[in-house]
């Protein structure tokens, strides 16, 4: 059973910084991709990040480029989401997954096979 823990959520104001980790155990992520989820009350679970298993590649959503950066560090077995420049419709619970690949259908959520219990972060003055 993969497993997945997510951290570093919490409070911050408009226009601040965090930095979210997803650590994995049980297995090494250098066989699987890791990607970043959010949900908001009321929403649909979005995709905003990914990164394969070698890092040498990453996507970004739209509504998070120029402003998130994932980054991955296999000795740790822990990827990264540093959030800068945030905002209150970022405010969501956040996702980490494992799935295989990190490529053109990477923000679909059903090709992740294995999730994080999620953690919150409220964008907010």
């Known amino acids: 059973q993969l497993q997945l823990v997510e951290s570093g959520g919490g409070l911050v104001q408009p226009r601040g910084s965090l930095r979210l980790s997803c650590t994995a155990s049980?297995?090494?992520?250098?066989?699987?991709?890791i990607g970043w989820f959010r949900q908001a009350p009321g929403k649909e679970r979005e995709g905003i990040s990914c990164i394969s298993s070698g890092g040498g590649t990453t996507n970004y959503a739209d509504s998070v480029k120029g402003r998130f950066t994932i980054s991955g560090d296999n000795a740790k077995n822990t990827v990264y989401l540093q959030m800068n420049s945030l905002k209150p419709e970022d405010t969501a619970v956040y996702y980490c997954?494992?799935?295989?690949?990190?490529?053109?259908?990477?923000?679909?959520?059903?090709?992740?096979?294995?999730w994080g219990q999620g953690t919150q972060v409220t964008v907010s003055s």
């Open positions: 997954a494992a799935g295989p690949r990190c490529g053109s259908s990477w923000s679909n959520r059903y090709q992740y096979r294995s």
């Open positions: 049980r297995f090494t992520l250098d066989y699987y991709a």
